[in-house]
């Protein structure tokens, strides 16, 4: 008997990034060359998708891609915009995702910037974002789970934008698909409300930016001081260039490091690593729940993220991730 469709569906801002490389910050008040520039459609939760629908493509079998159907729910401009026909192509003409949920804001011809400056001396980056479409409501998230009603085998995964409206909307989603799971990103330090929002979901993420505002020093530190406040069945957290732990539906701490693949890591683009981890967690938990445990959907997330930490943007992720599927299953 075939099995009902899962919907992922992936709740966070999109963005077209500009990146400049540059030999080092740039001090006050100075002028400094780029050595490079790219303009690239950029967002959480898009990255999130991108690396998805290669692993879903080419790191698991036909049945499993038919069994995930990946949804995005963003704000973009008008759907009729050069801007929204951009940030869709980006997915590609083949693409495995749902954009008819998406918030087209009318009169807006502009998207989500992002402006990065990214440090070849320091290996660090430095981002400036700027907004101008209105945010998604309690009621148009309420009015998109409403459609959902029929499919009871959801996943919501939010970025963690807007604490207040966020939780709102899962609470929402409890009432109305009591068998969906949830699961968010508790990422920038400095926003209030984002404990609130762990202790709603299922899955909650944690960075290393929030832990250390917190006053954590270490990634276990983090998921054990934060265990008692969240009602979360499975915790992570990751910590660069020393992986990442995960705090299990058992409450057994999991701990990954880093393992490149030739015993250097040769850092070449950060940006969106985070964005990967979480794809190859949520890669698991979707389309390996019967022979992965968390061990195993922790370290092939860590090792995906490794890899894309040394490669530009995320071409050719999937081709990787097969073998580090494969690895794990074994």
């Not at 799971?181 to 299922?202: H, I, N």
């Not at 290393?208 to 054990?224: I, M, P, T, V």
């Not at 701490?253 to 940006?271: K, N, S």
């Amino acid at each position: 008997m075939a099995h009902p469709a899962q919907h992922l569906i992936l709740v966070g801002a999109c963005y077209l990034d500009t990146v400049l490389n540059v030999p080092h910050f740039p001090e006050e008040d100075s002028k400094l060359r780029a050595t490079s520039l790219r303009v690239r459609r950029g967002g959480n939760c898009p990255n999130t998708l991108e690396v998805l629908q290669q692993l879903l493509r080419q790191g698991s079998t036909t049945a499993t891609r038919r069994d995930v159907v990946p949804h995005l729910v963003s704000c973009l401009p008008a759907a009729g915009s050069a801007a929204t026909a951009k940030i869709l192509s980006s997915f590609g003409d083949d693409t495995l995702a749902d954009f008819s949920r998406c918030l087209y804001r009318r009169g807006h011809a502009e998207p989500a910037s992002c402006y990065i400056i990214q440090s070849q001396a320091a290996g660090t980056r430095t981002i400036v974002n700027y907004n101008d479409l209105p945010e998604m409501t309690v009621q148009e998230l309420g009015d998109i789970a409403d459609g959902f009603r029929d499919m009871p085998q959801s996943w919501w995964h939010f970025e963690g934008r807007i604490p207040g409206t966020t939780l709102a909307c899962i609470r929402y989603l409890r009432r109305v698909l009591p068998e969906c799971r949830t699961s968010v990103e508790v990422e920038k330090p400095g926003r209030d409300g984002l404990r609130e929002l762990a202790a709603a979901a299922d899955v909650v993420f944690y960075s290393r930016a929030w832990a250390e505002s917190q006053g954590y020093e270490s990634a276990d530190a983090c998921l054990r001081g934060e265990e008692a406040a969240s009602k979360s069945s499975l915790a992570f957290c990751t910590w660069g260039a020393q992986g990442a732990c995960a705090l299990s539906p058992e409450k057994m701490m999991v701990q990954r490091p880093i393992r490149p693949t030739e015993g250097h890591l040769d850092v070449v683009d950060t940006i969106g690593a985070g964005d990967t981890f979480i794809a190859g967690v949520l890669f698991g938990l979707l389309c390996h729940s019967a022979d992965w445990n968390t061990e195993a959907t922790l370290r092939f997330a860590v090792d995906l993220a490794t890899q894309k930490v040394q490669m530009d943007g995320f071409a050719g992720l999937g081709a990787v991730a097969a073998t580090y599927s494969s690895r794990v299953s074994s």
